[in-house]
Structure formats: structure tokens, C-alpha cells
């Protein structure tokens, strides 16, 4: 069974960065762009940004400038830098395929507050 797993998440101030990472079990990123979702509290889970395989990447408005998704076929893992960090982007986040959705992860809790 592939499983997704998130990591990365935490406690930061307004301003801050992150770097999160996923990792698959089994080769689920091969041929499949991939993506970047969160959830805030409250809300529905949202896609925040995606990364074909030759590299092209998309990001939702609030989120450009400031976070860039790559990912590392080879090591199936699919990353998310996150600068320049607001309050609204407090949420629980995941990754997972952009088309023919896996079963999520448990996601990385994600918390900007001062």
C-alpha cells in the first residue's frame, strides 16, 4: 500500500521559513505531477502549489514569491519551501498527486504565530 508521508511542520513567527518534505513508498511520483494541499482550520483543503515532472511548477496567488515545491524523483520525495511565512498560511499540510488522488498522509501541522 503507498503510504505519503509529510514532515516538516512546526511552531514559527511571522517572517520565518520552513522546508517540508514528503516521502512515498513505491514509485507514485513517477509520470504524476505532484502536489503541495492544505487545510486551515475552518476551511477545505486547497491546492497550493504543484510541480510536473519536467519541473513546471504552479502556485496559488497568496503563496507566489514565497513558496517554491521541487521534488526529487529518484528519493520519491516532494519538497515545499516556505518563506517569508504569514498567519494565514497556519495549516495542516499534505502532498499527494494533483490527478488520481492517493489515500492522504496525516499531513504537517504548520503554525505561524507570534
Known amino acids: 500500500q503507498v503510504q505519503l508521508v509529510e514532515s516538516g511542520g512546526g511552531l514559527v513567527q511571522p517572517g520565518g521559513s520552513l522546508r517540508l518534505s514528503c516521502a512515498a513508498s513505491?514509485?507514485?511520483?513517477?509520470?504524476?505531477?505532484m502536489g503541495w494541499y492544505r487545510q486551515a482550520p475552518g476551511k477545505q483543503r486547497e491546492l497550493v502549489a504543484s510541480?510536473?515532472?519536467?519541473?513546471?511548477?504552479n502556485y496559488i496567488d497568496s503563496v507566489k514569491g514565497r513558496f517554491t515545491i521541487s521534488r526529487d524523483s529518484a528519493k520519491n520525495t516532494v519538497y515545499l519551501q516556505m518563506n517569508s511565512l504569514k498567519p494565514e498560511d497556519t495549516a495542516v499540510y499534505y502532498c499527494n498527486r494533483v490527478r488520481s488522488i492517493l489515500s492522504w498522509g496525516q499531513g504537517t501541522r504548520v503554525t505561524v504565530s507570534s
Open positions: 510541480v510536473t515532472p519536467g519541473g513546471t511548477s
Open positions: 513505491g514509485s507514485i511520483f513517477s509520470g504524476n505531477a
